[in-house]
């Protein structure tokens, strides 16, 4: 209610929102690929991880994985990240202030961690066992990237204020 209205000709999404839209994503997907990349270079280095996978569908399996589970809860984090303005997701008090989002922020990832955990659910998708390092490696992961969106969503919020007060 503080903020002057849109202009009614403007679009839902103006530059800037695209340019949101295009880092995060790039960040998200930087994420994923390294979640992927991440079980294949704690067997072999970086050498030739892509030869390391292959004819390995055990190692293959657990990458997708690591890249299926984290993009996933780090998505429903994401959700934090686009309800702040002006201040770092999770820091505030009104990032928790929306009770539902909450809930169905953490019934979600409950269930992706079920998802890991219960035999048939895993067999259904294809996903590879994992222990309880994999399942915090996998969340340390999703929360990391969010972070780092969140860092440069708020860098980029902040730059955009300063510029319209000096137009």
Known sequence: ?????????????????????VIQG?????????????PVIAQY????????????????KLCRTYCFSTLAINEMLMAYVCKVKGSLAFFTKESWNNK????????????????????PMRSLLKL?????VDIALILFIAVAGVMINAAITLAKERL???RERNL
Do not use: C, H, W
Request: glycine share 14%.
């Open 45 to 60: 280095g970086t050498g030739n991880i892509l030869g390391s996978l292959e004819g390995n569908e055990e190692l293959l």
């Open 1 to 21: 209610m503080n903020e002057k209205p849109r202009d009614v000709k403007a679009g839902i999404l103006n530059r800037g929102d695209y340019l949101n839209i």
């Open 160 to 162: 955009d204020i300063k």
């Open 100 to 119: 539902a989002l909450n809930i169905i922020t953490a019934v979600g990832v409950l269930l992706q961690i079920g998802i890991l955990v219960v035999p």
């Open 128 to 132: 590879a066992v994992v222990g309880t």
């Open 26 to 38: 790039l960040i998200s997907g930087g994420v994923a690929l390294l979640a992927f990349l991440l």
